[in-house]
């Protein structure tokens, strides 16, 4: 089973829901991807429109146990005295990149604009992501160097 690095590249993201009545949102993006999870930094103070433009790097099994090849983009709003705010979220499905890259030794989705799914499962705003998939390669125990099997003697 061949394994890999995903490699997402979270942009930005413009028309977000607002959730603060006074200042502006500061708002980050918690990345899942099967049992990985990985954080973006804290966009400060940059409201409904934030910019990130920070890479992300995800172990990738393909084909793997079970067919769920999405990566989950959940955008929160940091709070100081409360609980942080739930934005939006985004799915992409990976699936077709990853046999991609299998086959033919790297894939890329180009930088996309993906909708932003409100609690209500309304539309609200965008986000620019950008996705990369490259198996390792495999090391083989019988490599052969220049005609000659290498010898352990």
């Known amino acids: 089973m061949p394994s890999g690095i995903l490699e997402v ?23 899942h991807y099967k049992n990985q999870e990985r954080k973006s930094s804290v966009a400060r103070r940059q409201g409904v429109n934030p910019v990130w433009n920070e890479k992300f790097n995800f172990r990738v099994d393909y084909p793997g146990a079970d067919d769920q090849y999405k990566l989950t983009f959940k955008i929160m709003d940091k709070d100081t005295f409360s609980k942080d705010d739930f934005v939006g979220e985004a799915t992409i499905y990976v699936k077709d990149v990853l046999a991609l890259g299998v086959e033919k030794g790297t894939a890329e989705l180009k930088t996309t604009k993906y909708r932003v799914t409100l609690a209500d499962r309304t539309y609200r705003g965008e986000i620019r992501v950008g996705v990369t998939f490259t198996p390792k390669a495999e090391e ?8 000659w099997k290498h010898s352990a003697y």
Not at 9 to 31: H, N, Q, R, S
Not at 140 to 147: A, I, K, L, P
Request: contains cysteine; charged residues 30%.
């Open 9 to 31: 590249l979270l942009v930005d993201a413009k028309g977000l829901a607002k959730t603060e009545c006074f200042g502006k949102m500061d708002p980050y993006v918690v990345i």
């Open 140 to 147: 083989r125990e019988d490599q052969d160097y220049g005609g």
